[in-house]
C-alpha cells in the first residue's frame, strides 16, 4: 500500500535530505536564542556587529554638549596635572561667570585636600617652631583665604550648577559622598540591584558640600576588557548615588528627582512607555509634572550609544582647550547654554577606555554620550521579549531557507542565500538606527550561513555528479552551454527513447573518394580534421545543434533533444546556410594548399523521430531512427543530382517561412508512396535582394510550366535564368528534362512527380 503518491515520494527522496539537515541547523539556532545553550564564540560575533552597527551611524555634533579638554597645551601654559584648586577655581569661575554655560561636570575627583600652597607648613610653624613670632601668626590668618586652594575651589563652585566626579573602589573610602538619590529604606521593603561597592574615592568634604552634587564616573568593561554598557545608579553600603552623566543631565534639566520605576508606579504611565513594570524604567522627574524614561538592564545599566570615533577629531562633540577658557580665547558663543565635562586627553593622564569603536576612546567622551541620549530622550534598548523575536525570526528564515535552496539552482541559491542575509542584516540595521531596538544578529547569520553551505554541499557532493554523469552522456553530442543547462536540472534529460518532432541533417562531401585518392595519407587526415571540425562548429556553436555521428566523411546531425527547442527547424536550416558559408571559406584555404576543391551537399529534414540511446550491449550511441530521418539522408543525396547545395524537406519548408525558398521537385523517393515538395533555401527573407528574389520567381514560373508541359514558355524562362547564372546545374537539369520530354512525352496524366530508387 503505497502512503504517498509517486510525485511526492520523488520529491522526499529528491530533497528530504537537505530539508531535515537544515531544520536541525534551524532548530539548533531557535534552541540558542531561547537561551537553552550558549557559546562564547556567538557572543564574541554579536560583539562585534554591534561594534561595527555604530560605526555604520554617521557622527552628528551635538552643539548642547562641549568637552573642555585639559590637553597637552593647557599642561604647557598652566603646569603639570594635578593643577591647583585655584586654578580650578578660575576655571569654573570663567566657565559660570563668563561664559555662562548650564551645567558642569567634572570627570576627575579630588579626594586629597590641596597643600601646594604651602599654607600648613607654615601655619604648623606659627603654632610650633615660630610660636614667639606673633606677626606671622597674623598675617597667615589674613592670607587663609588666598592661600587655602580648597576653600578657594569650595567659594568658586558654591552656588554653581556644578557636579563633581568620584570613584567607586574596592578596597578603600576617601572623601566624602554626596546626598544619596534615595536608600534601601525609601525602597518599601523592595529589593533593588545595582552595582555595589565596599568604598570609595570621592572629593574633600568642603567641595562636596560647595558643589551641586556628585556623580560616580566608574565604568565597568565586559569580560572581554570593552566598555558597552553603563551604570546609571551605583550602590554604596545602602545608599544609591548617580552616575556622573545622569547627576549632570539632571542638572542641566532642572529635575526634581531621579527615582526607579516602582511597581506602584505602573498604572501612572502608559503601556507603550514601560513594556512591562518593576525596574526596566528610571525616571527623571521634571518641573511642570514631566517625566524621561530611561531603559534599564541588569544592574540600572544601559547600552552605552557611541556616536563616531571619539577624540577632538571625532565629530561627534565639541573639544575646547581649558588652556582656551582659562585665558578667555574661546569664543563665547561656542560654550553659552551648554554642558560641559572637563576632561582630558593630555599623553600620560591616562583616560582612554576600549569601547565597541575605538580602542583607545576618551573616556570623558563616555559620559558625553550618556547625557545626548538623557537629552534626547532616546536609548537602545534591548527590549525583554527579543530571545521571543529572535527565535522567532530564526525559525522562519532557517525553515523558509530550507526549502527553497534545496529545490533551486545553484546560481539562484546564491542569488537567493545573499538576497536573505542582506535583509536579515538591513532589518536587524534599521530596528537599531531607527526603531532603537537592539537585536542579536549572529545566530542567524550563522543559520543562514549553514543551511546556505549545507545545500551547496549537498549540491556538490550528489548533484554535482548527476551533473558529470550528464557531462558524461551528453558532453560529446551537444555543445557546452547546453550541456551546462541540462546540468541544472539534470532529472529532467535522460537517454531513455522517446518520439518526438525534430529536425535532422546530413552532410556529404562530393566526390570524396577522388579527394582520397589525390591526396597523401597524412594530407587527407588534415583535410577530413579540418573539414569536420568547422562543420561541428557551426552544427554546435551557432545553433545548439546535437552533433550525432561521423559516417566516414559525412555528418549526422539534430535539433530539439536532448535539450527542446520550438524553433528547432530554423536552427537546422540556419545552421545549413553556415556551413556552406563555412565550406567555401574552407574551400580557398584548400585550394591555397593545392588540396582539391570542397564542395558539400546538405539534407534536411523535419518530422516525428525516435531519439534515444540506442545501440547493442557492445556500444550504444545517443541518435536519431524513422521514416523522417531516412528522408533527411535522401535528401542529401538528392542535392547532387538537382546540383544545389541544400534540399529540405515540405515540413521544414512550412516550418520555416522566415526563409526564402526556391522549389526543386516533387519527388518519390525509395519507401515513401506519397510524393514530398523539397526545397533549396536561399537566405532569410530579409536578407534577399531584389534580384535573388526576381530569379527565384522566375525559376517558380519556369517550374509552373514544365509541370503544366508548356515545354517552350518553360525553355525560354529556364534560358533566361541560364544567363543570369550559368553555374546553377539546376536550370541545365530541367533543360535537359525538358529535351527528353519532347521526344518522350510523358502524357496527361503526369503529376510532375519525379520518382528516386536512391537510397
Not at 549545507?454 to 552551454?481: D, H, I, M, Q, T
Not at 531513455?496 to 541533417?505: A, I, K
Not at 531519439?611 to 541518435?623: E, F, K, L, P
Request: glycine share 8%; proline share 5%; aromatic share 10%.
Amino acid at each position: 500500500m503505497r502512503l504517498l503518491p509517486a510525485k511526492w515520494t520523488k520529491v522526499l527522496l529528491k530533497y528530504g535530505p537537505r530539508w531535515l539537515l537544515g531544520m536541525l541547523i534551524t532548530f539548533g539556532g531557535v534552541a540558542y536564542a531561547l537561551a537553552m545553550f550558549g557559546n562564547n564564540t556567538v557572543a564574541r560575533l554579536d560583539n562585534l556587529w554591534a561594534g561595527e552597527r555604530m560605526k555604520l551611524q554617521a557622527p552628528v555634533l551635538d552643539k548642547r554638549i562641549v568637552i573642555v579638554d585639559i590637553d597637552g597645551k593647557s599642561l604647557t601654559e598652566f603646569g603639570r596635572f594635578p593643577w591647583s584648586r585655584n586654578v580650578q577655581a578660575s576655571l569654573i569661575s570663567q566657565l559660570t561667570k563668563h561664559y555662562q554655560v548650564k551645567a558642569v561636570g567634572y570627570d576627575i575627583s579630588f579626594p586629597e585636600p590641596d597643600t601646594s600652597s604651602g599654607f600648613s607648613v607654615l601655619d604648623k610653624l606659627s603654632r610650633t617652631t615660630l610660636k614667639d613670632v606673633p606677626a606671622l601668626r597674623q598675617r597667615l590668618d589674613e592670607l587663609k583665604p588666598q592661600m587655602d586652594y580648597d576653600g578657594v575651589f569650595a567659594s568658586a563652585l558654591q552656588g554653581k550648577q556644578v557636579i563633581l566626579g568620584f570613584n567607586l573602589s574596592p578596597d578603600q573610602i576617601k572623601g566624602a559622598l554626596p546626598k544619596p538619590l534615595f536608600s534601601e529604606a525609601d525602597l518599601n521593603g523592595r529589593e533593588l540591584t545595582a552595582y555595589n561597592a565596599p568604598g570609595y574615592e570621592a572629593n574633600v568634604p568642603v567641595l562636596t558640600q560647595a558643589a551641586a552634587g556628585a556623580g560616580s564616573f566608574s565604568v565597568v568593561t565586559d569580560p572581554d576588557g570593552i566598555v558597552r554598557t553603563a551604570y546609571l545608579i551605583q550602590q554604596v553600603g545602602e545608599d544609591y548615588y548617580p552616575s556622573l552623566s545622569l547627576a549632570t543631565a539632571s542638572l542641566y534639566l532642572n529635575a526634581l528627582a531621579v527615582k526607579p520605576l516602582l511597581a506602584e508606579n505602573v498604572d501612572e504611565l502608559s503601556q507603550s512607555q514601560l513594556d512591562s513594570g518593576g525596574y526596566d524604567y528610571l525616571t527623571i522627574l521634571l518641573p511642570g509634572k514631566k517625566q524621561r524614561l530611561i531603559p534599564v538592564g541588569e544592574a540600572m545599566s544601559t547600552v552605552v550609544q557611541y556616536r563616531g570615533v571619539g577624540g577632538p577629531h571625532g565629530g561627534s562633540f565639541r573639544y575646547v582647550s581649558a588652556a582656551d577658557v582659562l585665558t578667555s580665547r574661546a569664543p563665547v558663543e561656542l560654550l553659552k547654554g551648554t554642558v560641559v565635562l572637563i576632561g582630558t586627553t593630555a599623553p600620560g593622564l591616562v583616560d582612554l577606555r576600549a569601547t565597541p569603536v575605538n580602542p583607545e576612546y576618551p573616556g570623558v567622551e563616555i559620559h558625553a554620550n550618556m547625557i545626548r541620549s538623557i537629552l534626547d530622550n532616546r536609548f537602545k534598548s534591548r527590549p525583554y521579549w527579543a530571545f521571543v523575536a529572535e527565535a522567532a525570526e530564526i525559525l522562519v528564515v532557517g525553515l523558509a531557507l530550507s526549502f527553497a535552496l534545496a529545490a533551486l539552482s545553484p546560481l539562484r541559491a546564491i542569488l537567493l542565500g545573499v538576497t536573505v542575509l542582506a535583509a536579515a542584516v538591513g532589518f536587524n540595521y534599521y530596528q537599531y538606527a531607527e526603531q532603537d531596538l537592539i537585536f542579536n544578529l549572529a545566530m542567524l547569520v550563522i543559520v543562514i550561513a549553514s543551511v546556505f553551505v549545507v545545500n551547496v554541499a549537498w549540491g556538490y557532493f550528489f548533484e554535482v555528479r548527476k551533473g558529470a554523469a550528464l557531462v558524461s552522456r551528453f558532453g560529446e553530442y551537444v555543445a557546452p552551454e547546453l550541456v551546462a543547462e541540462m546540468a541544472e536540472d539534470p532529472e529532467k534529460y535522460n537517454m531513455d527513447g522517446e518520439s518526438r518532432e525534430l529536425t535532422v541533417m546530413f552532410v556529404d562531401v562530393r566526390g570524396f573518394t577522388t579527394i582520397s585518392e589525390g591526396l597523401t595519407p597524412k594530407a587527407l587526415r588534415e583535410y577530413i580534421n579540418l573539414y569536420l571540425t568547422a562543420m561541428s562548429e557551426d552544427i554546435r556553436s551557432a545553433h545548439q545543434g546535437t552533433l550525432d555521428k561521423y559516417i566516414g566523411d559525412a555528418v549526422m546531425a539534430f535539433w530539439g533533444a536532448p535539450v527542446a527547442f520550438n524553433d528547432h527547424a530554423r536552427r537546422g536550416v540556419a545552421t545549413s546556410l553556415l556551413m556552406q558559408a563555412s565550406a567555401k571559406r574552407l574551400n580557398q584555404d584548400f585550394l591555397a594548399r593545392g588540396w582539391p576543391e570542397l564542395k558539400i551537399g546538405i539534407g534536411v529534414n523535419t518530422g516525428v523521430m525516435h531519439v534515444g540511446d540506442m545501440g547493442s550491449n557492445i556500444r550504444r550511441a545517443y541518435t536519431v531512427m524513422g521514416d523522417a530521418v531516412n528522408l533527411g539522408s535522401r535528401l542529401e543525396g538528392i542535392t547532387k543530382v538537382y546540383g544545389v547545395g541544400i534540399a529540405v524537406g515540405e515540413t521544414t519548408r512550412a516550418s520555416t517561412p522566415e526563409f526564402t525558398y526556391r522549389e526543386l521537385d516533387l519527388v518519390r523517393v525509395k519507401g515513401k508512396n506519397e510524393p514530398v515538395a523539397i526545397f533549396e533555401p536561399v537566405a532569410l527573407v530579409q536578407d534577399t535582394d531584389d534580384a535573388t528574389r526576381s530569379e527565384v520567381q522566375r525559376w517558380h514560373e519556369a517550374l509552373a510550366c514544365v509541370r503544366g508541359q508548356r515545354w517552350d514558355q518553360a525553355s525560354a524562362i529556364l534560358a533566361e535564368l541560364q544567363a543570369r547564372s550559368p553555374q546553377r546545374g539546376l536550370y541545365q537539369l530541367y533543360v535537359e528534362r525538358i529535351a527528353y520530354f519532347r521526344e518522350h512525352p510523358p502524357g496527361a496524366d503526369w503529376d510532375g512527380v519525379t520518382t528516386f530508387d536512391t537510397k
